[in-house]
């Protein structure tokens, strides 16, 4: 079973904080994590793709992959009230023919103005 | 520029009804389509996948179908909705061949509610 877990929340942080979303995932195969962000009643947008170990930064996003522990995190820096939202983690592993999605049942981020 | 569109935006139906939901997408050529379902306050489920025409592989055995007509085309089925349907249906498409960078990109969505 590939199981992607993540802390339901609510997490709520101060405007022009650091917000630190985390994810486990269970499956070693898993090689590449996405973290998408969906604001409440539309659809997930993406933020951005990790699938070698250390960090990896866009803007004010930073991914962190620890494939040891099983482990990804998600930070958000001078967190902004648009940030509000919820952040799902995904895991990307091949399935047949196809590469499939393991989403995560999401964190929700809530930034403070 | 690649786009995804889904239709309809909203949908009530009554229990037992039939259901129809498209997803088409433009600016690219086979790519891999997915039917996945959100519930209320939940994570996305995935239901159906399909990498070509006429190709679809199920994930979750239920009363939904999927058929991929054309290229760019993929629609979800159902003879006879039931209460568990309702939820948040999204279509995404992805490459296919990117490798560890297959990234999956939404469409914007169908909510169905099932009474």
């Known amino acids: 079973q590939k199981e992607v877990e993540q802390n339901s929340g609510p997490l709520s942080v101060p405007e022009g904080a650091i917000a630190s979303l985390n994810c486990t995932y269970s499956?070693?195969?898993?090689?590449?994590f996405f973290w998408y962000r969906q604001y409440s009643g539309k659809s997930p947008e993406l933020i951005m793709f990790?699938?070698?170990?250390g960090d990896k930064e866009d803007g004010r996003f930073t991914a962190q992959l620890n494939k040891a522990s099983q482990y990804v995190s998600l930070l958000i820096r001078d967190s902004q009230p648009s940030d509000s939202a919820t952040y799902l983690c995904?895991?990307?592993?091949?399935?047949?023919?196809?590469?499939?999605?393991?989403f995560g049942s999401g964190t929700q981020l809530t930034v403070l103005p | 520029s690649q786009t995804i569109h889904q239709w309809p935006a909203t949908l009530v139906q009554p229990v037992g009804s039939p259901l129809s939901l498209e997803c088409t997408v433009e600016?690219?050529?086979?790519?891999?389509l997915y039917w996945y379902r959100q519930a209320a306050g939940r994570g996305l489920q995935l239901l159906f996948y399909?990498?070509?025409?006429?190709?679809i592989s199920s994930e979750v055995p239920q009363n939904l179908s999927a058929s991929r007509p054309q290229d760019r085309q993929f629609i979800l089925s159902s003879k006879k909705l039931l209460l568990s349907d309702s939820g948040f249906y999204l279509c995404?498409?992805?490459?296919?061949?990117?490798?560890?960078?297959?990234?999956?990109?939404f469409g914007p969505g169908t909510r169905l509610t099932v009474l």
């Open positions: 995404a498409w992805s490459v296919g061949l990117a490798g560890l960078t297959d990234t999956q990109y």
């Open positions: 499956d070693r195969g898993s090689q590449s």
């Open positions: 990790i699938y070698s170990n």
């Open positions: 995904a895991a990307l592993f091949s399935s047949g023919s196809a590469r499939q999605l393991t």
């Open positions: 600016g690219t050529s086979n790519p891999n």
């Open positions: 399909s990498v070509g025409i006429g190709q």
